[in-house]
């Protein structure tokens, strides 16, 4: 098993611009998440599913958007890049029976511009 | 809401004790979790308390108190490979995980 996978593992942006950044996981995980994580911050919650075609809003969702149209793979879409959007951003997974116990992706660091 | 408490950064030698408090605020609650953070790395999950009590996985132990609303995640027989930050995450009613700002572990020889 692959685990959690993102991509891509660098970028950086102007901005203003868009982009998605992307979430896999192969362990047939009901439950994913992402996070973003500043310095002194800790993981703060942007979005999450409980599984596919169900999304809510985390502790800091604007300027992001997400979709969830298959178990496997829950993009994240940044809508027009700012700034305050630097961030490194680490996608989760786990059971619906174990959310607790949540996988992450190695994370994306994200530097705007 | 969801808020917690969490000190910041703790130096200790090979082979000593230490203890990381976590204190939390949420309206509901199903359990109290522990991740390990390395520099550059992602989190990965150490332990979980759902009900008063120790749980012990080897060299680490998590305990909680539901009704001082507070945990601790005890590192005993600290190895170098130790150093690195430590979060409490708390799932409250509304079934999400909220984070602590995380407690550094800095472990000398």
């Known amino acids: 098993n692959a685990g959690v996978t993102q991509t891509p593992k660098f970028q950086v942006l102007k901005t203003g611009q868009s982009m998605t950044l992307q979430c896999a996981q192969d362990?047939?995980?009901?439950?994913m998440s992402w996070y973003r994580q500043d310095p002194g911050m800790g993981l703060r919650l942007i979005h999450y599913s409980v599984g596919a075609g169900i999304t809510d809003q985390g502790e800091v969702p604007n300027g992001y958007n997400v979709s969830r149209s298959t178990t496997e793979d829950f993009p994240l879409r940044l809508l027009s890049a700012a700034p305050s959007q630097t961030s490194v951003y680490f996608c989760a997974s786990s059971s619906d029976s174990k959310i607790d116990e949540q996988y992450f992706g190695p994370g994306t660091r994200l530097t705007v511009t | 809401g969801q808020s917690l408490e969490q000190p910041s950064e703790v130096t200790a030698v090979e082979g000593a004790i230490v203890q990381i408090n976590c204190t939390y605020q949420t309206s509901g609650f199903y359990g109290l979790s522990w991740y390990q953070q390395h520099d550059g790395g992602a989190p990965t999950f150490l332990s979980y308390n759902a009900l008063d009590g120790l749980e012990e996985t080897g060299r680490f132990s998590s305990f909680l108190s539901r009704s001082d609303s507070y945990g601790y995640l005890l590192l005993q027989e600290l190895q170098m490979k130790d150093s690195a930050s430590y979060f409490c995450a708390v799932r409250g009613g509304n079934n999400r995980l909220a984070f602590g700002k995380g407690n550094q572990v800095v472990v000398i020889p």
């Open positions: 362990m047939n995980h009901e439950y």
